[in-house]
């Protein structure tokens, strides 16, 4: 559903991010990339959303090309995207960004509905503003819960994790399990988690800037936790707050 | 323009300054091209004829409790400069809740100015929440000035809460609020302003804290668009142990300009005082969010505009 064909990314002074990457994701995966910091995943992701041009190469959505295709077009063709930093907004509320995220009007109880899923209680947060008030982990959830709206064909999520403590983590799983077995979709998660590399269909690792692993989980996921892969990368890692 | 256009017009500000639909379930009065077009007293809000020049007197009695009153004024044609006095008598610890608003309808090359004068005089313990919206409506070339003072003088616990809106239409407006605040009183202004085209607004913010355990927050967020102006004054004088905030949140577009001048002043040891501005056009990464749902740039920033402005 989803191919990269020998995308670069490269700024100034020659610093390619990305490197001659081709990538065939099918539809209905469940695909993790992971890989060390500064090894690209984001890039990536913004590259696939349309939000970075690349330098180089072709991306294909559903047997389309849409490598000139803007933001606007890829997310109304049925692609979206959780940012790994969440952008907040003076004056809009949780309801407004879930209502705008599922195209729709929504009423109070089905915004709250994508609320709960992801372990917010809803009644407190549908009318808070998304502005510097609301914490780091519940600025993230509201993302996913507004990419949970949306259930489009194509679902790509930054580092979700990030910012959300150990206790809620387990939780997060369920939703991401739950999403893919509801929406029939396909999901791309950038994350170092361990207990999310295991419920992965297939595995991307992602390091400076080239793709330097892809296979099914049970092929790379113990090749990672070995270290066979010689990456600067700890599936163990504490999450970061 | 016939009899009959001149009251669509009228009917249609005022639902639009003051949300009155009809007439109101309250104490009101209304001003038309500088007379008056309607009133009535009730038993806690007296509104009488001012003798020595053009406006009302509004007296609330003592302990009124949650009551409103709506005073709109309108002007619907061109040519018309009206100046009004209007002065707020707060008995002790009532509460009530002002409407006013006003809207200048012109449709000629004559410009209309309205000009009002609003002083508030807080007994002890009272509690007003004042909401004035402010439009320019018609085709007109003529100008569409408003021009709003206000003077709040506060007694010991009183609480009064300012919410002015001016979202269109207004060609010029300097807008003046003074606030004198008494021992544990507590003023808020918050202002919303939005302009276009050659349009230019100025506030001016002048607050005396004098009384100890006093507070004031003025808040200004705006959004200057076309080739438009906004300035905004703030001073906040801490003459006592009190607590002082400004804040001007402004969005640039287009050619616009917005400058923020604060000016606190602690003229006394545990006087706080706090001034923070912030004006830029729409932050671009706001754009991309609204994008990846699908909004084009144009949807995503009206969204962004109306959020910021309501
Ligand atoms: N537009 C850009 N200009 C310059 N450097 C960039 C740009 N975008 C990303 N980078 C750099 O590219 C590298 C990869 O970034 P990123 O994709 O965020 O990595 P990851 O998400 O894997 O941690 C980083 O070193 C980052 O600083
Ligand atoms: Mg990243």
Known sequence: ??????????????????????????????????????????????????????TEGQIFFEGQDITHADITQRAQMGISFAFQQPVRFKGLTVFDLISTAAGRDLNQTEACKYLSEVGLCARDYINRELNASLSGGEIKRIEIASVLARGTKLSIFDEPEAGIDLWSFKNLIDVFKKMYAAINGTIIIISHQERILKIADEIIVLADGNIISHGCRDEILPRLLSGTDKVDFCPYQKLED | MDQQTQEQIAKTLLKDVSDIDGVPQAAYNIRENSTCAGRMSTETIKIESKTDKSGIDIIVAPGTVQDKVYIPALVTCS?????????????????????????????????SEHNGIHRFFLKPGAKVL?????????????????????????????????????????????????????????????????????????????????????????????????????????????????????????????????????RITANHLDAALIHEAAIGKIAGDQIIKLRTFGLTEKEAESKIIDGFMR
Not at chain 1, 23 to 42: A, E, Q, R, W, Y
Not at chain 2, 85 to 111: K, L, P, Q, R, S
């Open chain 2, 130 to 262: 004042y909401i004035e919206k402010h439009i320019g409506m018609g085709d007109g070339s003529g100008k569409r000035v408003i021009n709003p003072e206000t003077y709040v003088e506060m007694e010991e616990g009183s609480t009064m809460e300012m919410d002015t809106t001016q979202i269109k239409g207004v060609d010029s407006t300097k807008r003046t609020c003074t606030g004198i605040v008494g021992p544990d009183c507590t003023l808020i202004v918050k202002e919303k302003i939005m302009t276009h085209g050659q349009q230019s607004a100025e506030t001016s913010f002048k607050v005396d804290l004098n009384g100890e355990n006093s507070s004031c927050t003025l808040s200004s967020r705006s959004v200057a668009r076309g080739h438009s102006h906004q300035r905004f004054l703030s001073e906040i004088n801490g003459n006592a142990k009190c607590a002082g905030h400004s804040e001007c949140d402004a969005i640039i577009m287009d050619h616009g300009v917005v400058s923020a001048i604060p």
């Open chain 2, 79 to 111: 040519g018309v400069h009206d100046l009004v006095y209007n002065d707020f008598y707060i008995g002790e610890n009532a509460d009530v809740t002002i409407i006013a608003g006003c809207g200048v309808n012109t449709d000629g090359c004559d410009g």
């Open chain 1, 1 to 54: 559903m989803l191919e990269l064909k020998n995308i670069s990314f490269e700024v100034e002074d020659e610093k390619e991010i990305l490197k001659n990457i081709n990538l065939k994701i099918d539809t209905g995966k469940f695909i993790v990339i992971t890989g060390p910091n500064g090894g690209g995943k984001s890039t990536l992701a913004r590259v696939i959303a349309g939000i970075q041009k690349p």
